[in-house]
Structures are given as structure tokens and as C-alpha cells.
């Protein structure tokens, strides 16, 4: 017991052993160790405002469609493509980069069209009446002359049978543009069978809208236009 006292007194006492030594000197002491990085939380949201306006856009034509159509790519790819960073620019070129993608899935190619028809439809009256009276009025481009279209029973129709135009009016509705057209199809009517402006404060714009289309001839063929 003695023994072990001495030794637990002998070590209390003891100085703190010397600093390593090596041949050149002393042991050089460690830098200083850099910051931890700070990671990014994994749910965080690093979409640009432009990029969330454009997704939000697209993802509303995409419901309903196969969950192999992502919006996230159309919109990634028309970003990459466009000529300015500016909404109005990039929306003009969504629908173009959804057909791009109908090789890979078909319902690319009714992403394009829903896409084509909202731009139609921002640029184009809901009215069919006032629609073709319109085009019924313009101006021939060559003569100046009014171009009309339309026949004077149906003309007189639409401005002065307001039951008959409740009754079209009423069953038109605008949400049909949005289905039943690919983008090819949707394309097929702009360039070939919709009613488009002669000119004037209009230019050559498309003037009327698929249900309108559909309508027109219908009525054609009803009252022998």
C-alpha cells in the first residue's frame, strides 16, 4: 500500500512531457481547420420566379395526361432556347418544345396543343357573332370593299335574332378547343381552315377559334349557306 501511495505522489508531481521533436525542429502545428460548407436543405426550392411561372402555366395544360409528360422539361428546354429571359418570349415557344417531345410520348403532342389554343384564345374573341361580323365587315384588301363573308339571311340573323344567337352562343364552348386536337391536328386547322383577318389593324392573324370553326359549318350546312 505504501508502495502505491509513493507512486500516485511521484506522478501528481511530474512535469508535462517536452513538445515532440524531429530532426529539423519542433512539430509545425496543424492550420486551422476551413469551415464546415453549408448544405442546401434537400427540399429546398432553387427554381428561378420565371422558371415557377412558366411550370405553373404548364402544368395546369398537363393535367390529365400521362405522368410521363413532365412540365419541368418543356419548360427547361424552351429556357434554354430562348432569345430573351422575359415571360412573354418563352411562352411563345412552350408549345413548340412540348411537340418536340411527342416522339418520346404522344401526350406531348396534346401538351403542344392545349398550349397552341391558350395563345389562340388570349388573341381571339369568345364571341361567335361578334367574330364573323367582324370578318364580314373588313375591308377587301385590293378593292376596299367590304369582304362579306356571310350571306344576308345569316348576317341578319346574327344581328337581329337574339334567341337564335343565345341558342349558338350557348352551346359553344371554348373548353372543347382544349381536347381532341394533337398539335399537328391543332396546326392542320390553323393553317388550312381557320378564319383569319385581311389585314387592317388586325394583320393576318387567325380571327376565329376551333369551336367557332366547327359552328360556322355546321349552320353552313343547316341553312344552306
Do not use: W
Amino acid at each position: 500500500m505504501r508502495v502505491l501511495l509513493a507512486a500516485i505522489a511521484a506522478t501528481a508531481g511530474a512535469r508535462p512531457p517536452a513538445p515532440l521533436k524531429y530532426r529539423g525542429g519542433s512539430v509545425a502545428p496543424r492550420p486551422p481547420r476551413p469551415p464546415p460548407k453549408t448544405l442546401k436543405p434537400p427540399n429546398e426550392d432553387t427554381t428561378t420566379p420565371l422558371e415557377r411561372q412558366l411550370l405553373e402555366k404548364v402544368r395546369v395544360y398537363a393535367r390529365g395526361l400521362d405522368e410521363y409528360v413532365k412540365p419541368e422539361k418543356v419548360v427547361k428546354k424552351a429556357l434554354a432556347g430562348a432569345a430573351a429571359l422575359d415571360y412573354a418570349t418563352i411562352e411563345q415557344t412552350l408549345a413548340e418544345n412540348a411537340a418536340y417531345a411527342a416522339t418520346e410520348h404522344p401526350d406531348y403532342g396534346r401538351l403542344a396543343a392545349r398550349l397552341a389554343v391558350d395563345r389562340l384564345h388570349a388573341t381571339t374573341s369568345s364571341s361567335f357573332k361578334e367574330t364573323l361580323l367582324t370578318l364580314d365587315d373588313e375591308p377587301n384588301p385590293t378593292t376596299g370593299e367590304p369582304c362579306h363573308i356571310l350571306d344576308a339571311g345569316f348576317r341578319s340573323a346574327l344581328e337581329n335574332d337574339k334567341y337564335f344567337v343565345a341558342q349558338v352562343e350557348g352551346a359553344i364552348s371554348d373548353e372543347r378547343d382544349f381536347d381532341g386536337f394533337d398539335y399537328f391536328g391543332y396546326k392542320t386547322l390553323e393553317k388550312s381552315y381557320l378564319l383569319r383577318h385581311r389585314g387592317g389593324v388586325h394583320g393576318n392573324g387567325i380571327a376565329e377559334r376551333p369551336q367557332h370553326l366547327l359552328m360556322r359549318v355546321a349552320l353552313g350546312i343547316h341553312r344552306g349557306m
